[in-house]
């Protein structure tokens, strides 16, 4: 899902919030809730921050840590574009390596040193100082071992070898299929840039020099011999639909040229934040339902959280195929799929509207894609809900939805009524249908925030 900010104070706390901020990230994948959510920060905001990152994946936590260490390492002037191609680009300039061997893998190799004599599943914390931040980091001795790993390149690997292995799994035969249907639903242009992208990997303007970026990135590259990511993982897809257009000027088509730059500018103000505050970073990796136990590990904490102990407490919840379940079940699906129908032609152009004489036909998969998103997506999820029970979760934990979401728009994907030509475009063109469903909770009986 695109990135958020989760304290939105100008609709919470407000801007002229005087007090700490904790917040809690228990299951935070990527950085880029965590990165959108400190640059959101008002530059009046002037307290401690401390923010807790926990996932279950071992390799996400690692790489949040990697990226954590280079924002607070490197000068403020190169730790944005380091971090850039580090999070997202299969090869990286020398420089973003050698920098990272001199400021970062010094830090992993001293606390591996001196806790090598330790059982592998001993959990080990490690607080650094860093500027006017802090970053704790508690892993067991194993994982320790594999942030290190992720800090050097597989031996014999070179950057010609890393493009190689990459497209073993980008471009590989069975895939055909998969990325012709996808191109169907891209402006043509933009497929251009896809496919550059599949190709290379380097998140930069189509036409900029990849000429500096000869090195794999370790934190991707764990062997010499494989790619980790799926062939459809795009940096696209962690980010708002409308940014990269929005920021491709003057050449609005360059979609990855546009989220360079929008991505660039939120990863300098974020360093600029993290310079300038007192930001107290955990990162960790438990399974999030055993965070309650977990969190002593924190010499400083409180095991309390802005976002669930204030009156402007709230838990975020995420349904992503809820709507899709429902929708399957449905008995009505003639006259259901007949208004789809009605409401999608208005942006489909004359000829998709006889597509139905060939369902292989361009057109045809175009058209049956786009209905996915003219679904009543209210009346489905409100049938979700009583399907599954969910007021009973007021009885069961003590929790309420808010009457009105005030950190993120519940259906942030969801085409509007009065949406423009371009904009069912660029819908059309992400991985999303706009079925996706942000809840927001509070505790039964806090005060009726409205924002």
């Not at 640059?39 to 990152?53: D, M, N, S, T, Y």
Request: charged letters at 25%; one cysteine or more.
């Amino acid at each position: 899902m695109p990135a958020i900010d989760v304290c939105c104070l100008s609709s919470n706390e407000g801007m002229l919030w005087d007090k700490d901020l904790r917040l809690l990230f228990a299951a935070s994948g990527d950085l880029r809730n965590v990165v959108q959510t400190v640059a959101g920060l008002p530059k009046e905001f002037a307290q401690r921050c401390e923010v807790h990152i926990n996932d279950i994946e071992e390799d996400v936590v690692v790489r949040n840590v990697i990226l954590l260490l280079t924002a607070l390492s490197f000068d403020k002037n190169s730790a944005a574009e380091a971090m850039l191609h580090l999070w997202y680009s299969a090869l990286i300039p020398r420089w973003v390596l050698s920098s990272l061997e001199t400021k970062v893998l010094p830090l992993i190799k001293d606390v591996c040193n001196k806790t090598r004599d330790k059982p592998d599943h001993t959990l080990l914390g490690k607080t650094w100082q860093l500027g006017t931040c802090e970053l704790r980091v508690v892993f067991t001795k194993r994982q320790w071992g594999r942030l290190l790993h992720h800090l050097q390149v597989p031996f014999g690997l070179d950057g010609t070898k890393a493009l190689a292995v990459r497209k073993t799994t980008t471009s590989a035969p069975t895939r055909i299929d998969y990325v012709d249907r996808s191109w169907c639903c891209q402006p043509p242009l933009w497929r251009v840039a896809r496919q550059k992208f599949r190709e290379d990997g380097i998140l930069l303007p189509f036409g900029a020099s990849r000429a500096d970026f000869d090195t794999p990135n370790p934190t991707l590259f764990q062997t010499a011999d494989s790619w980790p990511m799926m062939d459809s993982a795009d940096p696209l897809a962690g980010w708002p639909i409308d940014a990269p257009s929005k920021m491709a000027k003057p050449a609005k088509n360059d979609i990855y040229g546009g989220l360079h730059r929008h991505v660039g500018g939120i990863l300098q103000e974020f360093c600029e934040r993290v310079a300038a505050l007192k930001i107290y970073f955990h990162a960790t990796c438990f399974n999030a339902k055993d965070l309650p136990d977990k969190l002593h590990w924190s010499p400083n904490s409180r095991n309390s959280f802005d976002r669930i102990e204030n009156p402007y407490a709230t838990l975020i919840t995420l349904f992503l195929n809820a709507v899709v379940e429902v929708s399957c079940e449905e008995s009505d699906q003639v006259n259901i799929r007949e208004r789809e129908i009605k409401r999608a032609l208005r942006f489909l152009p004359k000829s998709t509207r006889a597509c139905d004489t060939c369902m292989y036909s361009m057109d045809h998969i175009r058209f049956a894609s786009a209905l996915d998103f003219f679904k009543d997506f209210k009346r489905l999820f409100d049938k979700y809900m009583q399907q599954h029970n969910l007021a009973e979760i007021r009885e069961v934990v003590g929790i309420v939805p808010k009457a009105k979401n005030t950190v993120i728009d519940p259906w942030p994907l969801q085409l509007k009524r009065n949406a423009s030509q371009e904009e069912f475009e660029a819908v059309m063109a992400s991985c999303w249908t706009g079925c996706e469903r942000y809840m927001e909770w509070q505790r039964d009986g806090a005060p009726k925030l409205t924002g």
